[in-house]
């Protein structure tokens, strides 16, 4: 807790770090953004926070004219601004070809700049032809100080003269920083800024700038901001605090779950003591101590170790935030902003640790309390016996949270749908959100008030087992008051990782599923069209597109590539201005997707698949084809693919092994009256026009293709067919991952390819994220809290069970017996821990994919991985503990087994 509270408010800046890091010495920037004398206002210290005076309709009012071209304008007369555009990006030259990168146009290199932008090396440029860099961009570049900084499509060259450090930018990224002139106006299209060397700019000559529309971050504002604010500002004032809020509500959530955990665990072994100093604290009973006097002795020790355990924790956790933002310090100067220690929230940390200490004593305390101190003098030490209200209740409180999970599952599916009537931001709709995580707490809580007689009722079930399986469930339930608290930990702990885990695997997998794959993973796509100067109210011409697409093919030629293909398609009808301009000539033909999987069109919108569904043949070489789809056909599959069959990679489109053709006129298809593939044809919309021909096609499916194609044709059975189709893409694979400097050159060539005619757009398919970066991570961690949780019981287990063993090595008990007897604890123990928390941490993934209606699966869910967490990992932990050779008896005690 202390660790991320450090952590949480170094990744918030103080006045002080922002004024550095926004102004360096400067006294404020200015900005035009509004429309002068309509009202216009802003949050005193979050100049992005702005806007017009709202109605009592809760609309803003209606405003006319233009924001302030230039806001120097509004100020007085004789203030010095320098004018500063940040964060553009303009496209080098770099050492393997070109590549974008950010842009400053202005003079950054101002000496009231420092600590916004600092000079590292070299000198300030003095001439419009002169120019700094990042550090990190000579090397990006390839070049030194007194380089030349080449920028190929504005054809400027600059000679760079020192390196800049820019606050707010990481150290390792690359950046350009060029004079403000007519010229690089026209191409650094960043963020406006006029910044104030002086004088300084009070809060009401911000509102009166605010007047004009302009909105200004000012130094003196940021240190001492004004408390009296419009309900606007308020509002926006608020909105930033929600930040610092949702930091304590983390804090609070991990504070409650630690709490939880070592109050079971420390409570498990404030009882073994406190039965260890039964004998004690029956004397000082003897001799006229209260129970109030024995109440006290046992708590206080909690109270004790609770601070001992405070002050531990809060300097580890100081220490542990300071590594890690050492490690994650890019060198920005906003992450982290710096070291901040909430000194406050770490002393209620540390209260809030003592206690959790004194709550872990105050069970076994009451119990002490109520002893009998003649039965504790005597020895005697009776069995425990389950009672049998706890086991009603719990099974009730498992039964009701089951019940809730499910129903409040169902319950989100139906408000989901169209016509619940229910509004989304209702809050009829959370009170579901909330039951599905409630639910399983509630069964958690059923299983710890059940703990100690499901216990009782599996040692009766073990006593048949073997010897060393007897002693040790008997042993469990005998001594429920350490046991059930140490498998209810380990619930608690499996129980918030196998939710997350289900259902950051379920929206993964969605993820997965919706990506839009643009070739197969690994390849490079070379695209192609109109370049950016044209009008785009026609498609590219044959000739022009062929010349692309030999440019594209000699570009990943050079570039390495062991596969190529040229991926062909009919020219979309979208590009034309109006219907009319379509040529009466123009014929397209598209699969057909069956009526069953046509989407309701009042349903809500889902992807359905890759590609344009109304421009769905693609035409393909047979050579070519595993480049373009990432699979390889066999030989029998290729000659039927030239002989007229499709390869197809969206099985719906197949009825019966083959796939339904139809064209159209083009005229037809831009006005919506031909099959569109997604929606049911609606009622009161345009009437279906009769199709040209059809043609039904053999399908070869082959739905482990991933790309943008959906059917794939020869040339041969496109032309008998009558398809036009016209080379549109090129997609290349690799056999290793494509490198930086790969794409830099890719991008120079794909620049220096592009004409007045044509344009080459290069990028690579890298697919979605992977779940490994975070369920690794996840499942090291739970297994870790899992194992020390256990450690802690069969610690326990195995300190109070001295006596036993000394006894049972009297009667002639083994080291193999009492190895078996370990082995038999530890299964209790994890097992019940792992495999509960399991089950609970089930239920809400189960809830959360029932109101997704389909979109989160619960196939999509690690089950072998789970599976392992519940039952491999108490095996190991078992195995573990009776490895670990036990201690030597001491036959000088030898307590007999009732």
Same mark, same amino acid.
């Given at each position: 807790?202390?660790?991320?509270?450090?952590?949480?408010?170094?990744?918030?800046?103080?006045?002080? &770090?922002?004024?550095?890091?926004?102004?360096?010495?400067?006294?404020?920037?200015?900005?035009?953004?509004?429309?002068?004398?309509?009202?216009?206002?802003?949050?005193?210290?979050?100049?992005?926070?702005?806007?017009?005076?709202?109605? $009592?309709?809760?609309?803003?009012?209606?405003?006319?004219?233009?924001?302030? &071209?230039?806001? /120097?304008?509004?100020?007085?007369?004789?203030?010095?601004?320098?004018?500063?555009? &940040?964060?553009?990006?303009?496209?080098?030259?770099? $050492?393997?070809?070109?590549?974008?990168?950010?842009?400053?146009?202005?003079?950054?290199?101002?000496?009231?700049?420092?600590?916004k932008y600092d000079l590292v090396d070299g000198r300030r440029p003095s001439t419009a032809s002169e120019a700094m860099v990042t550090p990190a961009a000579l090397e990006r570049l390839g070049i030194g100080i007194g380089g030349g900084l080449v920028l190929p499509a504005e054809d400027l060259t600059f000679t760079v003269v020192g390196t800049l450090d820019a606050a707010g930018v990481p150290d390792a990224d690359a950046g350009v920083f060029l004079p403000l002139t007519d010229r690089t106006r026209q191409f650094v299209s960043g963020e406006h800024r006029w910044y104030l060397p002086e004088p300084a700019l009070p809060w009401s000559d911000v509102e009166e700038l605010n007047e004009q529309g302009v909105v200004a971050l000012s130094r003196e504002v940021l240190l001492d901001p004004p408390t009296r604010l419009n309900e606007d500002a308020q509002r926006a004032q608020a909105n930033q605090t929600a930040v610092f809020w949702s930091m304590v509500a983390v804090i609070a959530i991990g504070g409650a779950f630690a709490a939880y955990v070592v109050v079971m665990l /420390?409570?498990?072994?404030?009882?073994?003591?406190?039965?260890?100093?039964q004998r004690a604290l029956a004397i000082v009973a003897s001799v006229g101590g209260s129970p109030r006097d024995l109440f006290r002795t046992v708590a206080l020790q909690g109270t004790v170790l609770g601070a001992v355990g405070g002050t531990v924790g809060t300097a580890l956790g100081v220490g542990l935030a300071a590594g890690v933002l050492a490690i994650v310090d890019d060198g920005s100067g906003i992450s982290p902003w710096g070291f901040h220690v909430p000194w406050l929230g770490v002393a209620g940390i540390f209260v809030f640790s003592v206690l959790v200490g004194t709550l872990s004593a105050l069970v076994p305390a009451r119990t002490v309390a109520r002893a009998d101190a003649i039965s504790a003098l005597r020895g005697a030490r009776r069995p425990q016996r389950p009672t049998a209200s706890r086991p009603v209740w719990g099974s009730v409180l498992l039964l009701v949270g089951v019940g809730i999970t499910l129903a409040c599952g169902v319950g989100l599916a139906v408000l989901n749908r169209n016509g619940s009537g229910v509004r989304w931001d209702s809050p009829l709709s959370m009170i579901p959100v909330y039951g599905i995580v409630? *639910?399983?707490?509630?069964?958690?809580?059923?299983?710890?008030?059940?703990?100690?007689?499901?216990?009782?009722?599996?040692?009766?079930?073990?006593?048949?087992a073997s010897t060393a399986a007897r002693i040790a469930s008997r042993d469990a339930a005998a001594n429920a008051s350490r046991t059930v608290p140490a498998f209810a930990a380990i619930g608690a702990t499996v129980f918030l990782g196998v939710f997350v885990a289900a259902v950051s695997a379920m929206g993964t997998a969605n993820s997965a599923r919706t990506h839009v794959y643009t070739a197969p993973l690994g390849s490079v796509v070379v695209s192609m069209g109109p370049p950016p100067t044209a009008s785009g109210a026609e498609p590219l011409s044959a000739d022009s597109a062929t010349r692309a697409i030999e440019s594209a093919r000699t570009m990943v030629a050079d570039a390495g590539a062991d596969g190529t293909a040229t991926i062909a398609r009919q020219l979309p009808v979208w590009d034309y201005a109006d219907a009319d301009d379509v040529p009466d000539d123009m014929v397209r033909a598209l699969a057909v997707l069956p009526e069953r999987y046509l989407l309701d069109p009042e349903s809500v919108w889902e992807w359905r698949g890759a590609g344009d569904p109304q421009n769905n043949i693609s035409v393909i070489s047979s050579d070519e084809l595993s480049a373009a789809l990432g699979v390889s056909l066999?030989?029998?599959?290729?000659? $039927?693919?030239?002989?007229?069959a499709v390869v197809v990679t969206d099985p719906r489109y197949v009825v019966d092994g083959t796939v339904q053709l139809g064209a159209w006129s083009g005229r037809d298809l831009y006005e919506g009256r031909v099959p569109d593939n997604t929606w049911r044809p609606p009622a009161e919309g345009p009437e279906r026009s009769e199709s040209m021909w059809e043609e039904s096609a053999d399908a070869i499916v082959e739905e482990g293709a991933r790309g943008s194609i959906v059917v794939?044709?020869?040339?041969?059975?496109?032309?008998?067919?009558?398809?036009?189709?016209?080379?549109?893409?090129?997609?290349?694979s690799f056999d290793d991952p494509i490198s930086v400097e790969s794409r830099d050159r890719l991008n120079t060539q794909a620049n220096l390819a592009s004409t007045p005619d044509y344009?080459?757009?290069?990028?690579? &398919?890298? *697919?979605?994220?992977?779940?490994?970066?975070?369920?690794?991570?996840?499942?090291?961690?739970?297994?870790?809290?899992?194992?020390?949780?256990?450690?802690?019981?069969?610690g326990l287990a195995r300190f109070e069970r001295r006596p036993d063993d000394a006894t049972l090595a009297a009667? *002639?008990?083994?080291?193999?017996?009492?190895?078996?007897?370990?082995?038999?604890?530890?299964?209790?123990?994890?097992?019940?821990?792992?495999?509960?928390?399991?089950?609970?941490?089930?239920?809400?993934?189960?809830?959360?994919?029932?109101?997704?209606?389909?979109?989160?699966r619960l196939t999509d869910i690690p089950w072998l991985g789970l599976a392992a967490l519940g039952i491999a990992l108490p095996l190991a932990i078992a195995l573990a503990n009776a490895l670990v050779p036990p201690r030597r008896p001491d036959l000088t005690r030898r307590t007999v087994i009732a």
């Open positions: 807790m202390t660790g991320f509270a450090v952590w949480a408010m170094s990744s918030v800046s103080t006045p002080e &770090e922002r004024a550095r890091v926004e102004l360096g010495r400067m006294q404020a920037w200015v900005a035009p953004a509004g429309v002068p004398d309509a009202g216009f206002w802003q949050a005193p210290t979050e100049p992005e926070w702005h806007g017009y005076p709202v109605g $009592a309709d809760g609309v803003s009012e209606a405003w006319e004219g233009a924001p302030l &071209e230039d806001p /120097a304008a509004a100020l007085a007369p004789g203030t010095e601004v320098v004018e500063i555009v &940040e964060r553009g990006t303009v496209r080098v030259g770099t $050492a393997a070809g070109e590549a974008p990168v950010t842009a400053w146009a202005g003079e950054t290199w101002h000496e009231e700049f420092a600590g /420390a409570g498990a072994a404030f009882a073994v003591a406190a039965r260890r100093q409630a *639910g399983p707490i509630l069964a958690q809580v059923g299983i710890l008030l059940s703990g100690r007689w499901l216990l009782w009722t599996v040692s009766r079930g073990l006593s048949r066999s030989a029998g599959e290729r000659a $039927a693919y030239d002989r007229g794939a044709m020869a040339p041969q059975t496109a032309l008998d067919l009558g398809i036009q189709a016209q080379p549109e893409v090129v997609i290349a344009s080459l757009w290069a990028y690579v &398919e890298t *697919g979605p994220p992977s779940d490994l970066t975070w369920l690794i991570p996840l499942a090291t961690t739970v297994s870790v809290l899992v194992v020390g949780a256990s450690a802690v019981a069969l009667v *002639g008990g083994t080291p193999a017996l009492r190895r078996r007897i370990g082995f038999w604890q530890g299964l209790l123990i994890a097992g019940f821990g792992t495999i509960s928390g399991t089950v609970a941490g089930i239920l809400p993934a189960i809830g959360l994919s029932i109101q997704s209606q389909g979109t989160l």
